[in-house]
């Protein structure tokens, strides 16, 4: 016998079908715009960023197998710019049942220091069992706003959404997540269980 889907199962279908549909759109535009050399650039970005939509969406829908922290890193660094290094030294045993909500957290983390460094830096990640760090080489947290870092709206560029994804995934799944400024300089996001 074939369970019956919660009413949040079915409203999350809902929503991946929704998110789905608008997502064609995205990839018609791209289609259009590689016929122009002037443009195929922009339409290459449009269509790797509406393939990790899909493919979050696929997660989301289908529950997923999971996948490692290297992959779900290495997925959401592709939104990095050359003007960005990324290093990473990760357990490679850690792996997360909920890879498209872990994906967020890294879109969101490296998003944040790609703009607080515009002319390029670097961006660190280790991860053990016990915990995740996050490190970039930009001007760190200004003061005022370090206390409040992950309430919602709190933000010197941008919604001010982001770091406030990032704590509630992290609380989702038991971790608590904690923002600092690190004495030579950069900021630093250390999410522990």
Do not use: Y
Not at 161 to 177: D, P, S, W
Request: aromatic content about 6%; overall charge negative.
């Amino acid at each position: 016998m074939t369970p019956t889907p919660t009413d949040r199962e079915l409203e999350l279908k809902g929503l991946v079908h929704d998110l789905n549909n608008v997502l064609q759109w995205f990839v018609g535009a791209a289609v259009d715009l590689s016929d122009d050399p002037k443009w195929a650039s922009l339409s290459d970005r449009m269509m790797k960023s509406v393939e990790r939509a899909q493919r979050i969406c696929r997660s989301i829908d289908g529950g997923g197998p999971g996948a490692t922290l290297a992959e779900i890193v290495r997925e959401a660094a592709t939104v990095l710019p050359e003007s960005v290094t990324l290093r990473c030294d990760i357990d490679p045993t850690l792996r997360f049942a909920r890879n498209w909500a872990w994906e967020r957290v890294f879109l969101n983390l490296f998003l944040n220091s790609v703009r607080a460094m515009p002319q390029g830096g670097a961006i660190e990640v280790t991860a053990t069992q016990l915990e995740i760090v996050v490190v970039d080489d930009g001007p760190g947290f200004p003061l005022d706003i370090l206390p409040r870092a992950f309430e919602a709206g709190t933000s010197t560029k941008g919604t001010g959404m982001g770091l406030h994804v990032v704590r509630t995934i992290a609380a989702q799944e038991g971790a608590a997540v904690t923002a600092s400024n690190r004495p030579r300089g950069g900021a630093e996001i250390r999410i522990s269980w």
